[in-house]
């Protein structure tokens, strides 16, 4: 079990008779165990229905989506998803955020305590485990939702535009600690966003969707050396390029979106 | 970096922070207070508007006589009673209607119908079902207590916040315990502003009851002294009944903000 995700023409339809939509068509994509995948799309492309239906949220209306070869059958704790607005339970502290999928997995409290206490200290967040959400900023809150959901160790992580609502000195702090944790802790990682350069700087591959309906269009692979400091990495010919191959890609659907 | 991330709210200094905020508060009634005091025996006569320290005296005298005490136990009995019978009643169904349609449904009628009616015109009805005492005044505060509870809980359960529920659902939180894991705790704030809601109308409809159909509590204190002409007393019993409700919204509120930490 190493975490890889089959997809294979894979349809989404929201509504019926004249409601009718098709967020996603035919949609082909295979994601290895341990990669880092970007999506980047126009607005309305559908690259977050994909990921809540990778998450078990939503039901499929054609196709297969698969976990280590197994159909998706609802939620499930071999998969974890981090929001943009970081859904942190208001009424628990930090720590106890961190405990909640520990709890239920009901291991022992001594040894949920010493994990939960590893990953909030991994995510910086020391001294803050008795806060609740509400004393936290938008960073911070961000890095809980991390550690709660690295604390009870999915294989595959699914994020939803997670750093969309952070300034950028924030969101570029998270991005780096991101990529360490997905070199330290050898997770699957599928990242929605919309910014093009955070989706280069942080994945192996960036696929680009298509708009209404949603499919893949390309699939651009990324060979960038991440173990340098960000200046080496964003100042390195293979990042332009990249970046601008992704952007050229993308800006080909914004156009057809102003002119049908 | 950590630190400074911290967000601390601003603070805007009040100048009536403090003691001198609480006296600030009270001066409209002291005023009150003071021009009854000139008013009653001059503009008024004393027998009709008694002035506020014959009004003390009469307090002082209801509870030294110990008259005012079976009358104050048999209220506070019925509110309590009324108040925690609405509260359960109303949690359970605000929630269950919020989580199965066929509850929502046969309940919604009821709610919409009894929703715009004062409870205590229900005071005569209660009366001949249920006959002069405890028993009418309990269903007639229940009554009124009900809505707001069942209101407050079912909007919060209906808008839980849906990635809270599905965060919980993949951290492995089944259906059945995602209602005491996540529901319940999300739902607590707006529950305690129904009671909060709902703690004044319990008074309100207690006194109206029991003004009917009672042979003892506050209400019919009121009546009694009322009719016997004694009114330092039926002003006496007002305050004290009003004293009370002022003090349990009070005390209600101190809980919440004591309960609502993470709010």
Same mark, same amino acid.
């Given at each position: 079990?190493?975490?890889?995700? #089959? ?7 929201? #509504?019926? #008779?004249?409601? &009718?939509?098709?967020?996603? +068509?035919?949609?082909?994509? +295979? ?79 001594? @040894?949920? +305590? ?71 802790? +050898? ?33 651009? @692979? ?5 173990? #340098? ?11 332009? &390029? ?19 | ?33 003071? !021009? ?45 009673? !009324? ?145 016997? !002409? ?34």
């Amino acid at each position: 079990m190493d975490g890889s995700i #089959g997809i294979s023409n894979l349809e989404k339809v929201y #509504g019926e #008779g004249t409601e &009718r939509t098709k967020a996603i +068509d035919d949609l082909s994509f +295979d994601i290895d165990g341990g990669e880092f995948v970007s999506v980047v799309g126009p607005s309305g492309c559908g690259k977050s229905t994909l990921l809540y239906i990778i998450a078990g949220f939503l039901d499929i209306t054609d196709g297969t989506v698969s976990v280590d070869g197994t159909p998706i059958d609802g939620p499930g704790t071999d998969r974890g998803v981090v929001f943009q607005d970081y859904a942190l339970f208001p009424w628990r502290t930090v720590k106890e955020n961190v405990l909640y999928g520990l709890e239920e997995a009901g291991v022992p409290d001594e @040894e949920a +305590d010493a994990t939960a206490q590893r990953f909030i200290d991994m995510m910086d967040l020391s001294g803050f485990e008795n806060k609740y959400p509400k004393e936290l900023s938008g960073g911070m809150k961000q890095r809980v939702a991390l550690a709660r959901t690295l604390a009870y160790d999915p294989k595959i992580l699914l994020m939803d535009e997670p750093f969309g609502a952070l300034d950028q000195p924030l969101r570029e702090t998270l991005q780096d600690q991101l990529i360490d944790i997905w070199g330290d802790l +050898d997770k699957t990682v599928v990242f929605i966003t919309h910014d093009v350069e955070e989706a280069v700087y942080l994945s192996e591959r960036v696929m680009i969707m298509t708009r209404h309906p949603g499919t893949k269009k390309t699939v651009t @692979e990324v060979d960038l050396d991440r173990s #340098g400091p960000r200046e080496d990495i964003v100042t390195s010919d293979e990042f332009t &390029r990249k970046k601008n191959e992704v952007w050229r890609s993308l800006r080909e659907e914004t156009k057809s979106e102003v002119q049908p | 970096m950590a630190t400074n991330e911290l967000w601390t709210p601003e603070r805007i200094p009040d100048p009536f922070a403090g003691v001198a905020k609480l006296l600030f508060d009270w001066i409209p009634l002291l005023l009150l207070v003071l !021009g009854w005091e000139v008013v009653s025996g001059r503009a008024v006569s004393e027998s009709v508007l008694p002035p506020p320290t014959a009004v003390a005296a009469a307090t002082v005298d209801l509870f030294a006589t110990g008259e005012v005490v079976p009358h104050l136990a048999v209220s506070l009995l019925r509110v309590g009673v !009324g108040l925690s019978l609405s509260i359960v009643v109303g949690v359970l169904l605000g929630i269950g209607m919020s989580q199965s349609e066929a509850v929502e449904n046969f309940f919604d009628v009821f709610l919409s119908l009894i929703y715009p009616l004062p409870k205590t015109a229900l005071v005569p009805l209660a009366l001949l079902w249920l006959g002069i005492g405890t028993k009418t005044a309990v269903l007639i505060v229940f009554l009124a207590c009900l809505l707001p509870i069942v209101m407050n809980a079912n909007n919060a359960a209906e808008n839980v916040d849906r990635n809270l529920i599905r965060s919980a659902r993949m951290m492995g939180t089944s259906d059945r315990r995602l209602f005491w894991k996540v529901v319940i705790p999300a739902t607590i704030p707006e529950i305690l502003t129904g009671i909060r809601q709902a703690i004044p109308f319990a008074f309100i409809s207690l006194i109206s009851a029991e003004l009917i159909a009672s042979e003892q509590g506050m209400g019919r204190l009121i009546r009694d002294a009322g009719s016997l !002409g004694r009114y330092p007393a039926m002003f006496a019993t007002i305050v004290i009944i009003s004293a009370v409700a002022y003090t349990a919204v009070y005390g209600f509120e101190q809980v919440r903000e004591r309960v609502l930490v993470w709010t």
